[in-house]
């Protein structure tokens, strides 16, 4: 760690006798020295440091002054010593406090210093410790900030209110130990509250906020716990934890209102009056007291606040009147006015109430939908995603489902609303081992048709008499679609011994075998199940395996899941030398030693009893304790695919002989049934009617859950078929009967069996028969759980084909419940009314219908009075037949089939009007009086307004955004969007009631508007409003685009009623593909295919005749057929193609370390580094956010617990709380960056539905010499585009060559060096660390974001498989000679045929030489070197490697010349051109001053000789002194003392030398 302040130079040693002839340099660096000193001492106390943002010059952020610019000090380590310097260098008194965290501000420019060190004496901040100016790794946020004690804030003390309107409402902050911290919300109330507004004189305290409500402080967290009694006259009176000690995070920070403040508050909130705490008047606390909110402006925005903070689901009215009875003598003083998407009632806008008195019967009034969170459904502990046990989500909390009633027709539900294909089997008994916490449901009655398990009958959440051993499970078909192999022991004599090999990007590679150790091996053994690691065996040889190695320096601890999980060098990097690869040899290997198994009574040897081989004898398995995991491991032994059942109690008949195990205790792992924990052989307290079962998928018995009836009048009456080996066949008709009926109907949800019939009911089609024998006791779920005989047998004597008709095809009695219905209501209490007759549900007519009717319905269905009777197809259009027309009930008939009615079938009407009924057990208090009709949510369509008992619509005269404005706000549908007129939704029916309608725009109500009378007009249906609104948004999440190239191209396919569906290519053109592209993010439509041009999908078709404008921003706001009438087949399926893939920005997150980029341990990139997330309160709507930011489909499963191995420090994000609609994980609540208590074992991960498509981004380099250097492209959305230059460097370029497998990268080039491309620029600011495997993983700008232009393209030069280093030999020196280059690793020399000063300059550039002087040709080729010459080298002369040049022409050749090239450069390598000038300048100034000196001594020498000569002229010869040639430095031979000797230039040499 630096100094702060001036470098001081250190004196240079004086003397020598001419000392003030050379002082120039040591006067340069003592004027240097008295500068800086000077400099110094002229600055005023302070100068160089200032505290801004804050009340005075004493208190604010700091900031001091380097190079002439004032920055900011990053709170790395700041604390009190640093504060005291700060404060004595200002000369503001003592500390009063430091601020981590902005409190006064971010700052901008410079972060000058980080990591500032004092002991808290220094007098200036400049004589502390800290790291070189500039070097830091922090950001404006964490800009530090002091408070000194002559500042104003001393006089506030050591309480204040933040981040509110005023200093008498915000967060509670407390000063202690020099430092402002906050105080957790934990048991903080209005007592404690009252106690801060006395201690800062603000009054009486209004609300004692909690969770945030006033922002996130910053650490540290000084108070928990608070309790006071309210006498207290501060609050550090009052009892609590101990300083600093909690167990509390920012988002629990406490704050405070106080009447003082003038914020009217709503503390508590409440329904009042109604049948659930889901509907009622709505009331909040005041004063101490309950008071009723005033109707003034209450709509269905302020509603859905309510609901949302009540967490009662959706807002289904806003009802006025009197229902809910009148409220308590208080009313709110103020009237609110909400947006709608506030999460709670006291984040919308109060005002005072504009008309003052608010009378009772004006009271706000709310119903809720009710709370719709056990929707949610998972299956757990199994390792899929469509087989586990059962768990639902109500109340915050994961429950279980006890087993009673459990059957096939309940796990019919799960599976579907899972998306995991159908039921297979419905286990019970705890099979998926036993669950914790409560058990939420119970007695489960589902019919199978429903959407969610929740939607099912059963008891009341919570309600049992169940224990965890009763836990229900569910097998979906999608559990036993086989996964592909990652891992694989090649080259063994069985698959659970062998060389170890992985694939990565399709390819096979081996493993390295540095530091491959036991626990390694551990970890391969239990992934493939193959037991447990043997010792390694001298000698064992497994091949040579592939030339590829793939992982290196492997570091497993033994208990991960997967070998990929544990820690090793990146994909591909290995120093490994070939044949030093990993083996393992796994206990599954030794077949010998196991008991061997099998399956018996079974319809093939993969289903049936299990028997293990023992002491030369088979026996049977108890089923104590017998689950899947048992049966998963005896489904491997016989290598029979995976389980679909593990029967219990002899499923599959009694055995014989002796039981072998009992209380098999198996991990799923084990090759084998012997491996696994159980009691000793033969030990038990069984019996044969205890004897255990399997069923695996290799039995091929799960196609029996593939089950239809045919030719019978109704789906549920005909020849029965099951689908195998893509056919239909039937059933043979041997033993047929009605037990085997009753099963059939069961699995089909048609009710009992009234007869078993044969072919002469119902035909024998085309005669195949798959199924000989069936037996069934009548009680079984499904036809698989039967014992079957199949598959071609070919043993069926009678050659029939079994039938069945079950009692739902036959018709139901008018007069009960079952034969009548209401549909497409919120309830099953208020919708379209419906009748079945004569096997088939119709409607009803509306003519003459009213309340009377509807009475009688109610009554029928047991759903309470009748509250509504609303006609012209209040619910939406019905299909099929109109059975009844001209109802006239009294009102006190029982049934509707008691009231006068024309004949069945006979009307005049048509679907239009179709009438509807609500009743008061749905909840609704009344309709709405005003609609959107005719689009694809509530939020947008036809604009319908509800007047004299009948739905009218709105002509478009003059209808403009603001009259929208109004509707949307009506509807708590958010702002308006557009305002379409011309019957945009489709042409009304029924009365036009309103005509030149004018809203300000303001209203809160629709029917404020000025308009003309009620039903006067000059219009025709041909000009109905419409409204789009901002809530009618569907999101992309709401529509896909799939089986295409890409997200952004495919069938489309929209999500309703919680179902995945297509649209029909009834009209579709480019106007509506360029809705689904806009929507999706995608660029533009470039094609709307029809015709299921990306295949045929499944499932409901949803939407036809869509007739978009193209200025839609979502399919929902576009016109079209109600949800789900069609006239459509599959072969009409609709498609698109867009531009690009519009990929979102997910610089932010990653998904590492798993099978795709789709899938894997969560990753957030903060503060230049990448961290984990904790997996607290981590679930699928956390998930979810991470998928759609990926571009990777919808969130699969949310695993924690470091599914996908343990990270690396930081972990950045904890309690992390998306509510599913975010677009990135940023949006989402969490606690503070990097505060967290967990640990890398918590490391949360996600799977996302997109594995199969998770893209990766195909690259190459174009117009370069070869493919392994040139200008970068990348392949997105069919098409080929450039990235930008901004940021690019090696290490991106790194990441392209590993990509293209051409070594390391040589040159990472920008500004188009290699030509201007063409078309998108794909990629802008590429950010890749390097060790990347692919470009697309790198953090970027979005696809097709950047602001660069082709002249900034990025090229790559990769060292390829000949990287052309370059030498030159038999020269004067290493910049001049014949040139030789590496050639298929041997150096060869280059034929001077097409050589030039081109060729020359490139390769004086990449020795570090200077230009080229010449490029010589004709250097002969030494004796015996027999090499060819490389010929065919071309360069431009720009390049600076030889790579770069083109080589397209490039190989070994004779070379015609029989001469190679050679280069003479300039100058040698390292030396600058600067450099050179000062060589050349100091050898002239040494020429110049030898020759003076010369010149001086010649002169006195001769003088001295004349001297000489004069005084001893007999002495010439001798004493003459010998001189060397002219242009040395010329020195007596024999000086005539040792100062004569120490002459000038050399005391200069001597001091020039001196360090």
């Given amino acids: 760690m630096g100094m702060l302040g001036c470098l001081h130079p250190s004196p240079s040693r004086l003397g020598g006798r001419n000392q003030p002839s050379c002082g120039g340099a040591k006067s340069a660096g003592t004027l240097l020295l008295m500068a800086c000193l000077w400099g110094t001492a002229a600055e005023s106390p302070g100068g160089l440091l200032r505290l801004v943002g804050g009340p005075s010059r004493c208190a604010g952020r700091v900031e001091v002054l380097h190079n002439g610019t004032w920055g900011t000090v990053c709170d790395d380590g700041w604390g009190s010593p640093e504060g005291q310097v700060v404060c004595r260098q200002l000369g503001c008194g003592t500390l009063l406090s430091v601020a981590p965290g902005t409190r006064y501000g971010e700052g901008t420019g410079q972060i000058w210093l980080d990591e500032v060190n004092c002991t808290g004496e220094e007098r200036d901040l400049s004589e502390c410790r800290a790291r070189p100016w500039g070097e830091h790794n922090c950001q404006h946020v964490e800009d530090a900030s002091v408070e000194c004690s002559d500042s104003s804030i001393t006089a506030l003390g050591t309480l204040q209110l933040l981040n509110g309107p005023n200093r008498c409402a915000g967060r509670v902050e407390v000063l202690h130990n020099h430092?402002?911290?906050?105080?957790?919300?934990?048991?903080?109330?209005?007592?404690?509250?009252?106690?801060?507004?006395?201690?800062?004189?603000?009054?009486?305290?209004?609300?004692?906020?909690?969770?945030?409500?006033?922002?996130?402080?910053?650490?540290?967290?000084?108070?928990?716990?608070?309790?006071?009694?309210?006498?207290?006259?501060?609050?550090?009176?009052?009892?609590?934890?101990?300083?600093?000690?909690?167990?509390?995070?920012?988002?629990?920070?406490?704050?405070?209102?106080?009447?003082?403040?003038?914020?009217?508050?709503?503390?508590?909130?409440?329904?009042?009056?109604?049948?659930?705490?889901?509907?009622?008047?709505?009331?909040?606390?005041?004063?101490?007291?309950?008071?009723?909110?005033?109707?003034?402006?209450?709509?269905?925005?302020?509603?859905?606040?309510?609901?949302?903070?009540?967490?009662?689901?959706?807002?289904?009215?806003?009802?006025?009147?009197?229902?809910?009875?009148?409220?308590?003598?208080?009313?709110?003083?103020?009237?609110?006015?909400?947006?709608?998407?506030?999460?709670?009632?006291?984040?919308?806008?109060?005002?005072?109430?504009?008309?003052?008195?608010?009378?009772?019967?004006?009271?706000?009034?709310?119903?809720?939908?009710?709370?719709?969170?056990?929707?949610?459904?998972?299956?757990?502990?199994?390792?899929?995603?469509?087989?586990?046990?059962?768990?639902?989500?109500?109340?915050k909390k994961w429950g279980t489902v006890c087993d009673d009633n459990w059957d096939l027709l309940d796990a019919e539900v799960v599976c579907r609303q899972l998306d995991c294909g159908r039921a297979l089997s419905a286990p019970g008994g705890g099979q998926f081992g036993r669950g914790d916490g409560i058990i939420w449901m119970d007695e489960t009655n589902c019919t199978g048709m429903e959407s969610t398990l929740s939607a099912c009958r059963a008891r009341p959440w919570g309600i049992n008499n169940c224990y965890h051993g009763e836990d229900a499970g569910v097998v979906c078909s999608d559990s036993i679609i086989p996964e592909p192999a990652h891992l694989q022991l090649a080259n063994g004599s069985h698959r659970c011994a062998g060389r170890v090999e992985v694939l990565h990007q399709e390819e096979w590679g081996a493993v390295c075998d540095h530091g491959w150790d036991?626990?390694?091996?551990?970890?391969?053994?239990?992934?493939?199940?193959?037991?447990?690691?043997?010792?390694?065996?001298?000698?064992?040889?497994?091949?040579?395996?592939?030339?590829?190695?793939?992982?290196?320096?492997?570091?497993?601890?033994?208990?991960?899941?997967?070998?990929?999980?544990?820690?090793?060098?990146?994909?591909?990097?290995?120093?490994?030398?070939?044949?030093?690869?990993?083996?393992?040899?796994?206990?599954?290997?030794?077949?010998?030693?196991?008991?061997?198994?099998?399956?018996?009574?079974?319809?093939?040897?993969c289903a049936g009893r299990v028997e293990v081989f023992h002491n030369e004898k088979w026996g049977t398995v108890c089923d104590d304790s017998w689950d899947f995991m048992d049966a998963k491991v005896v489904c491997r032994q016989l290598d029979c695919g995976t389980v679909v059942m593990a029967p219990r109690r002899a499923h599959f008949g009694q055995g014989q002989g002796p039981i072998w195990l009992d209380d098999v205790r198996c991990m799923g792992t084990e090759a084998a049934l012997s491996e696994c924990r159980a009691k000793g052989w033969g030990v038990h307290g069984c019996e044969h009617g205890e004897d255990a079962g399997v069923v695996c998928s290799g039995s091929g018995i799960s196609d029996l859950g593939s089950l239809r009836l045919v030719n019978g009048s109704d789906l549920c009456s005909g020849k029965v078929e099951v689908f195998h080996d893509q056919r239909w066949g039937g059933i043979c008709t041997d033993g047929w009967d009605l037990a085997e009926a009753h099963v059939v109907c069961r699995q089909l949800g048609c009710g009992a069996a009234h007869s078993a019939a044969g072919s002469a009911w119902f035909g024998t089609g085309d005669g195949l028969i798959w199924v000989d024998a069936v037996e069934c006791t009548g009680t079984e779920g499904a036809l698989f759980e039967c014992k079957v005989k199949f598959w071609g047998a070919e043993s069926?004597?009678?050659?029939?084909?079994?039938?069945?008709?079950?009692?739902?095809?036959?018709?139901?009695?008018?007069?009960?419940?079952?034969?009548?219905?209401?549909?497409?209501?919120?309830?099953?209490?208020?919708?379209?009314?419906?009748?079945?007759?004569?096997?088939?549900?119709?409607?009803?007519?509306?003519?003459?219908?009213?309340?009377?009717?509807?009475?009688?319905?109610?009554?029928?269905?047991?759903?309470?009075?009748?509250?509504?009777?609303?006609?012209?197809?209040?619910?939406?259009?019905?299909?099929?037949?109109?059975?009844?027309?001209?109802?006239?009930?009294?009102?006190?008939?029982?049934?509707?089939?008691?009231?006068?009615?024309?004949?069945?079938?006979?009307?005049?009407?048509?679907?239009?009007?179709?009438?509807?009924?609500?009743?008061?057990?749905?909840?609704?208090?009344?309709?709405?009086r005003l609609r959107l009709v005719g689009g694809l949510s509530e939020c947008a369509g036809r604009v319908e307004v509800f007047y004299n008992n009948k739905w009218g619509t709105v002509c478009d005269d003059s209808w403009d955004l603001r009259d929208a404005a109004v509707v949307c706000r009506q509807l708590g549908c958010g702002v308006a969007l557009s305002a379409p007129s011309s019957a945009r939704f489709g042409w009304g029916a029924g009365p036009i009631w309103l005509d030149d309608v004018s809203c300000t725009g303001e209203e809160t109500d629709f029917s404020k508007c000025q308009a003309k009378m009620w039903g006067i007009h000059n219009c025709h249906h041909g000009e109905d409003a419409g409204v789009v609104c901002a809530a009618g948004n569907s999101s992309s999440a709401d529509l896909q685009l799939v089986d295409g190239p890409h997200r952004c191209a495919g069938r489309v396919e929209v999500l309703h009623a919680g179902q995945w569906g297509t649209v029909c290519d009834d009209g579709w053109d480019?106007?509506?593909?360029?809705?689904?592209?806009?929507?999706?993010?995608?660029?533009?439509?470039?094609?709307?295919?029809?015709?299921?041009?990306?295949?045929?999908?499944?499932?409901?078709?949803?939407?036809?005749?869509?007739?978009?404008?193209?200025?839609?921003?979502?399919?929902?706001?576009?016109?079209?057929?109600?949800?789900?009438?069609?006239?459509?087949?599959?072969?009409?399926?609709?498609?698109?193609?867009?531009?690009?893939?519009?990929?979102?920005?997910?610089?932010?997150?990653?998904?590492?370390?798993?099978?795709?980029?789709?899938?894997?341990?969560?990753?957030?990139?903060?503060?230049?580094?990448?961290?984990?997330?904790?997996?607290?309160?981590?679930?699928?709507?956390?998930?979810?956010?991470?998928?759609?930011?990926?571009?990777?489909?919808?969130?699969?499963?949310?695993?924690?617990?470091?599914?996908?191995?343990?990270?690396?420090?930081?972990?950045?994000?904890?309690?992390?709380?998306?509510?599913?609609?975010?677009?990135?994980?940023?949006?989402?609540?969490?606690?503070?960056?990097?505060?967290?208590?967990?640990?890398?074992?918590?490391?949360?991960?996600?799977?996302c539905s997109d594995l199969a498509r998770a893209e990766v981004a195909e690259v190459r380099l174009a117009e370069g010499p070869n493919r392994c250097a040139g200008r970068v492209e990348v392949l997105h959305a069919g098409q080929w585009g450039t990235v930008c230059d901004d940021s690019w460097d090696l290490n991106d370029a790194a990441v392209v060559?590993?990509?293209?497998?051409?070594?390391?990268?040589?040159?990472?080039?920008?500004?188009?060096?290699?030509?201007?491309?063409?078309?998108?620029?794909?990629?802008?600011?590429?950010s890749c660390t390097g060790s990347e495997d692919n470009l697309a993983q790198c953090q970027a700008h979005p696809w097709g974001q950047s602001n660069c232009h082709h002249g900034e393209d990025a090229g790559v030069v990769c060292s390829g498989t000949d990287p052309l280093q370059v030498r030159v030999q038999d020269g004067p020196g290493p910049c001049a000679g014949r040139v030789e280059v590496l050639y298929n690793a041997t150096w060869h020399g280059v034929c001077g045929s097409r050589w030039s000063l081109l060729e020359a300059g490139v390769v004086c550039r990449q020795l570090g030489c200077g230009p080229a002087q010449s490029a010589p040709v004709g250097a002969q080729l030494r004796q015996?070197?027999?090499?060819?010459?490389?010929?065919?080298?071309?360069?431009?002369?720009?390049?600076?490697?030889?790579?770069?040049?083109?080589?397209?022409?490039?190989?070994?050749?004779?070379?015609?010349?029989?001469?190679?090239?050679?280069?003479?450069?300039?100058?040698?390598?390292?030396?600058?051109?600067?450099?050179?000038?000062?060589?050349?300048?100091?050898?002239?100034?040494?020429?110049?001053s030898g020759v003076l000196l010369w010149l001086n001594l010649k002169r006195r020498c001769m003088a001295a000789a004349q001297a000489g000569a004069r005084q001893h002229p007999g002495d010439q010869n001798t004493s003459a002194t010998s001189f060397r040639p002219v242009g040395a430095i010329y020195l007596p031979t024999k000086p005539e003392s040792p100062e004569d000797a120490d002459t000038e230039m050399t005391q200069l040499m001597k001091e020039d030398a001196a360090p």
Avoid at 1086 to 1110: K, N, Q, S, T, Y
Avoid at 1445 to 1466: I, K, Y
Wanted: charged share 20%; aromatic share 6%.
């Fill in 1297 to 1326: 060559c590993r990509q293209l497998g051409c070594g390391r990268a040589e040159a990472a080039h920008g500004r188009a060096y290699f030509g201007q491309g063409t078309g998108h620029i794909w990629l802008d600011d590429m």
């Fill in 1070 to 1247: 480019l106007n509506d593909a360029a809705v689904v592209c806009r929507q999706l993010g995608c660029g533009r439509a470039e094609a709307a295919p029809g015709r299921a041009r990306f295949g045929r999908g499944m499932g409901r078709i949803w939407l036809d005749d869509v007739a978009c404008a193209g200025s839609e921003d979502a399919l929902a706001q576009c016109r079209a057929h109600p949800w789900g009438q069609s006239n459509c087949n599959h072969g009409e399926d609709a498609s698109v193609v867009c531009s690009d893939a519009g990929a979102t920005n997910t610089s932010t997150v990653r998904l590492v370390d798993g099978p795709h980029r789709c899938a894997g341990r969560v990753e957030v990139f903060h503060n230049q580094q990448w961290g984990t997330v904790c997996d607290n309160g981590w679930d699928l709507s956390d998930a979810a956010v991470v998928c759609w930011q990926l571009g990777c489909g919808v969130a699969v499963a949310a695993p924690a617990g470091a599914s996908f191995g343990r990270g690396l420090d930081p972990i950045w994000l904890d309690r992390v709380a998306c509510v599913g609609g975010e677009k990135a994980l940023v949006q989402c609540r969490a606690r503070p960056w990097g505060i967290n208590s967990c640990t890398h074992e918590e490391d949360a991960g996600v799977v």
């Fill in 179 to 395: 430092m402002w911290g906050t105080v957790c919300d934990d048991g903080w109330d209005l007592v404690d509250a009252a106690v801060v507004c006395r201690q800062l004189g603000c009054g009486t305290p209004l609300s004692a906020t909690s969770g945030a409500h006033f922002g996130r402080g910053h650490d540290p967290i000084w108070l928990d716990e608070v309790n006071c009694t309210g006498t207290e006259d501060t609050l550090f009176d009052c009892q609590a934890s101990a300083w600093g000690n909690n167990n509390c995070f920012h988002g629990e920070d406490a704050g405070v209102i106080c009447s003082a403040s003038e914020m009217s508050v709503a503390t508590k909130l409440r329904l009042a009056n109604g049948s659930t705490h889901c509907e009622g008047r709505v009331e909040v606390t005041h004063n101490g007291t309950w008071a009723a909110l005033c109707d003034e402006g209450w709509g269905l925005a302020e509603a859905r606040v309510v609901c949302r903070q009540l967490g009662c689901g959706r807002a289904l009215s806003a009802p006025g009147g009197f229902h809910f009875g009148q409220g308590p003598g208080q009313m709110w003083p103020d009237s609110v006015s909400c947006v709608g998407t506030e999460t709670a009632l006291s984040a919308c806008k109060a005002k005072p109430r504009g008309n003052g008195t608010c009378h009772h019967g004006r009271e706000a009034r709310v119903v809720c939908a009710g709370n719709s969170e056990g929707d949610q459904v998972r299956l757990v502990n199994y390792g899929s995603r469509c087989a586990g046990r059962v768990e639902v989500f109500h109340n």
């Fill in 796 to 928: 069926c004597k009678s050659r029939g084909h079994a039938g069945v008709s079950c009692s739902a095809s036959a018709d139901l009695d008018p007069g009960s419940s079952e034969a009548l219905r209401l549909v497409s209501g919120p309830h099953r209490c208020a919708g379209r009314v419906e009748v079945f007759h004569n096997q088939q549900w119709g409607t009803i007519c509306d003519d003459s219908w009213d309340l009377n009717d509807a009475a009688v319905v109610c009554r029928q269905l047991g759903c309470g009075t009748a509250m509504s009777a609303p006609g012209l197809s209040g619910f939406g259009q019905g299909s099929g037949p109109i059975w009844l027309d001209g109802v006239s009930c009294l009102g006190t008939e029982a049934t509707l089939a008691e009231c006068p009615v024309k004949p069945w079938g006979h009307h005049t009407c048509n679907h239009v009007e179709d009438a509807s009924v609500v009743c008061s057990g749905s909840g609704i208090a009344s309709i709405p």
């Fill in 518 to 605: 036991k626990q390694d091996a551990e970890v391969v053994c239990r992934q493939l199940g193959c037991g447990t690691a043997l010792p390694a065996l001298e000698g064992a040889d497994f091949g040579t395996g592939p030339r590829r190695i793939w992982l290196d320096n492997m570091n497993c601890q033994g208990t991960e899941p997967a070998l990929t999980k544990c820690r090793a060098s990146p994909w591909g990097e290995s120093s490994c030398s070939h044949g030093k690869h990993a083996s393992v040899v796994c206990s599954g290997s030794a077949v010998s030693t196991f008991a061997p198994v099998r399956l018996v009574d079974g319809p093939g040897r």
């Fill in 1424 to 1488: 015996g070197d027999g090499h060819a010459l490389l010929e065919g080298l071309s360069c431009r002369g720009t390049e600076s490697l030889l790579l770069e040049c083109q080589q397209r022409e490039t190989g070994l050749g004779p070379c015609t010349q029989g001469s190679a090239a050679g280069v003479v450069c300039t100058k040698p390598k390292g030396a600058t051109t600067s450099c050179s000038v000062l060589i050349a300048l100091l050898v002239l100034v040494m020429l110049l």
